[in-house]
């Protein structure tokens, strides 16, 4: 089954402790990204990745940071969270280019900084 | 900068009724724009996808039409019922940094009674 998956999916921490969210994706999809989503805000891109060994910041890049060694995981690290980073994140793939580019999203990792 | 709107943010009808979901974007130039649906913790899935060169799709109840330069789209399902409550989002993919990221609403929450 094609799918997405984050772990995590619920994660409880305290301000600057270290955490890792993983997410990967079992569709060869070279393309993929981070959004967290707020209440009134929508979903705002975090980071993505064009391919292996290749990431680019989006809207909201500040406090996190990516890295792309697998083509199938895309992990979201928060060096040291604080209680703004309090929020829904979204991982997503698809492929890369124009055409039929759905998006699909895993089911999401509800984080609270304390 | 792209942004983008939806209109009502909650919308509550009875069962049967036939609705409209309205998406607003500010800037025309857009690879695509599309329609998601998100259920209470769980991530988004893919309605509908329309292209910059199509009006409209079609997917069983749901229909979707683009008027890419007054910067509309609107979302209509027929016949609704009980599973179609949810959040409803849209996102448009730009045509800036070759349209790697995509821009979402902060989507409308339908609740459709029984």
């Known amino acids: 089954e094609a799918q997405v998956t984050q772990n995590p999916r619920y994660l409880i921490t305290v301000t600057g402790k270290k955490l890792t969210v993983t997410c990967s994706q079992n569709m060869n999809h070279e393309y993929m990204s981070w959004y967290r989503q707020d209440p009134g805000l929508g979903l705002r891109q975090i980071y993505y990745?064009?391919?292996?060994?290749?990431?680019d910041k989006g809207d909201v890049p500040e406090g996190y940071k990516v890295s792309r060694k697998e083509k199938r995981n895309f992990p979201l690290i928060l060096e040291s969270p604080s209680p703004n980073q309090t929020s829904l994140y979204f991982c997503?793939?698809?492929?890369?280019?124009?055409?039929?580019?759905?998006?699909?999203f895993g089911p999401g990792t509800r984080l609270t900084v304390l | 900068k792209q942004e983008v709107t939806q209109i009502p943010a909650a919308l509550s009808v009875p069962e049967g009724e036939n609705l409209v979901l309205n998406c607003s974007f500010t800037d025309s130039a857009i690879y695509n724009l599309q329609w998601f649906r998100q259920d209470p913790g769980k991530g988004l899935t893919s309605l509908l996808l329309?292209?910059?060169?199509?009006r409209e799709q079609t997917s069983g109840r749901l229909n979707a039409s683009l008027d890419k330069s007054s910067g509309r789209s609107t979302l209509y399902i027929a016949a609704s019922q009980p599973g179609d409550s949810a959040t409803y989002l849209c996102a448009v993919r730009p045509w800036d940094n070759y349209g790697q990221n995509f821009v979402f609403g902060p989507g409308t929450r339908l609740s459709v009674l029984p």
């Open positions: 329309i292209q910059s060169s199509q």
């Open positions: 990745s064009m391919n292996v060994e290749v990431t």
């Open positions: 997503a793939s698809r492929i890369a280019g124009a055409g039929t580019d759905t998006q699909y």
